[in-house]
């Protein structure tokens, strides 16, 4: 089946400090996959994207890179702030009768102290 | 900007009654979402919805839950007997298409249902 799988957290880091959450994923067929942020008591927020293999998405100085070969969108960023301490999900998408549904991964917390 | 606004934001009911859980997805979109996240747990897909019918729907969308679009702008969850399970955050969703160019799903801030 379709699934995706995060590292578990919580992830607890001193700001300024390197960050990767990894995420693989399964899918019968080509996925669009995707990271999710949500931040305490909100919402679901597009961070950034990839739909096709090698693409690399970008926001925030966060990124991910569309791995086919490792089925792999890893989330990464040079520096973390205290205001990036929330909840990270990948997500992937498939076109399943042209009614996309999100697949998402079970979330990893970060925690980024002073 | 535009985007997804949901009401309430907190519901509070009883084991049992029925609640509608109200959506205004982006107003040019044309397929519409509902996920849900039990606290702590993974958000998960319930149903799909285009040209005024269920396009898809998840295991967890069983015969207590149903949807409606009302009229041009609103989009609706209605779980008739709520469970104590029910209680979970639902988030709505929207995007403009539905192929591979147009898949991006634009997220409401969520209402919190709580069951008691």
């Known amino acids: 089946g379709n699934s995706v799988t995060q590292m578990e957290g919580p992830v607890t880091l001193s700001e300024e400090a390197f960050l990767t959450i990894n995420c693989t994923y399964t899918?019968?067929?080509?996925?669009?996959l995707f990271w999710y942020v949500q931040y305490p008591g909100e919402g679901l927020q597009l961070l950034l994207k990839?739909?096709?293999?090698?693409d690399k998405g970008s926001n925030k100085g966060f990124e991910a890179t569309y791995r086919k070969e490792t089925t792999s969108f890893h989330l990464e960023k040079g520096s973390v702030q205290v205001s990036d301490s929330a909840v990270y999900f990948c997500a992937l998408i498939l076109i399943s009768g042209g009614y996309n549904k999100l697949i998402f991964g079970a979330g990893t917390r970060l925690a980024v102290h002073p | 900007e535009p985007e997804v606004t949901q009401t309430p934001s907190h519901q509070v009911t009883q084991m049992g009654q029925e609640v509608i859980l109200r959506c205004v997805p982006i107003?040019?979109?044309?397929?519409f979402y509902w996920y849900r996240q039990i606290l702590g747990q993974k958000v998960e897909f319930l149903v799909s919805?285009?040209?005024?019918?269920?396009?898809?729907k998840s295991e967890i969308f069983d015969d207590q839950f149903s949807v409606e679009r009302p009229d041009g702008s609103n989009f609706t969850l209605k779980i008739r007997s709520t469970k104590l399970e029910d209680s979970a955050m639902y988030f709505c969703?929207?995007?403009?298409?539905?192929?591979?160019?147009?898949?991006?799903?634009?997220f409401g801030p969520g209402t919190r249902l709580t069951v008691l």
């Open positions: 969703a929207s995007s403009e298409g539905g192929g591979v160019s147009y898949n991006e799903q634009f």
């Open positions: 107003s040019n979109h044309l397929y």
């Open positions: 990839a739909t096709k293999a090698d």
């Open positions: 899918a019968t067929g080509y996925p669009s």
């Open positions: 919805f285009y040209n005024n019918e269920i396009s898809e």
